[in-house]
């Protein structure tokens, strides 16, 4: 009988200790996962990188514009959209109809006040800021409006970098004071969009 009891209580513990094993990996793996899982930036009303012209029009659902000039395509909101406690207009721009580019362009309430609050408002979502380089950004809206902006009124720019490496600057592009956000996808650096990683 004890020889039973001792039987049945082995069976017991190895059961437990394998049951437990399986658990504690379980739990490495997906803390693994957890750390691995890439971060995806999303923009209001959910839209993503990548995402083409028709997606972004049906996410939006509001009157758009659209504009192109070889591979580069626009889509502009035909009113000024809410921003913050501001409006502006809001400016998609593609790359081979993959979103590459997200502007927002501000035409009212500019005052050097409300930079700064919007400042503020972009250092609590995105951390603290960095200044930023002014040929960097007329770089950037060079590729889909060559020569647009000057790279002398290009002034204040500051800049942040989202957790999946979006840039995300804001400054100021006229002589009177208006100003812009600008969001670049992080894969935008090679002018086609992306990187030839081929044999890399």
């Known amino acids: 009988m004890k020889r039973i009891s001792i039987s049945i209580l082995l069976c017991v513990l190895l059961l437990l200790a394998i049951s437990g094993a399986s658990a504690e990996n379980t739990g490495v793996s997906s803390f693994r996962e957890m750390m691995t899982e890439k971060k995806t930036f999303t923009f209001r009303n959910g839209v993503t990188w990548g995402m083409n012209t028709q997606q972004v029009s049906v996410v939006e659902n509001v009157p758009m514009e659209q504009y192109s000039s070889n591979d580069w395509s626009v889509l502009m909101t035909s009113a000024p959209v809410r921003v913050s406690r501001f409006s502006a207009d809001l400016v998609y721009i593609f790359y081979q109809d993959a979103l590459r580019m997200i502007t927002y362009e501000f035409r009212k309430d500019c005052s050097s006040l409300n930079f700064q609050y919007l400042t503020g408002a972009l250092c609590s979502v995105y951390g603290e800021s960095m200044e930023a380089n002014p040929a960097i950004i007329k770089g950037w809206m060079d590729r889909v409006y060559p020569n647009r902006y000057k790279l002398e009124l290009i002034r204040n720019g500051v ?33 086609n969009g992306s990187y030839d990683t081929n044999g890399l």
């Open 159 to 191: 800049e942040w970098s989202a957790e999946d490496g979006t840039y995300i600057y804001l400054y100021y592009f006229t002589e009177d004071q208006k100003y812009a956000i600008l969001y670049a996808c992080p894969d935008a650096n090679g002018y």
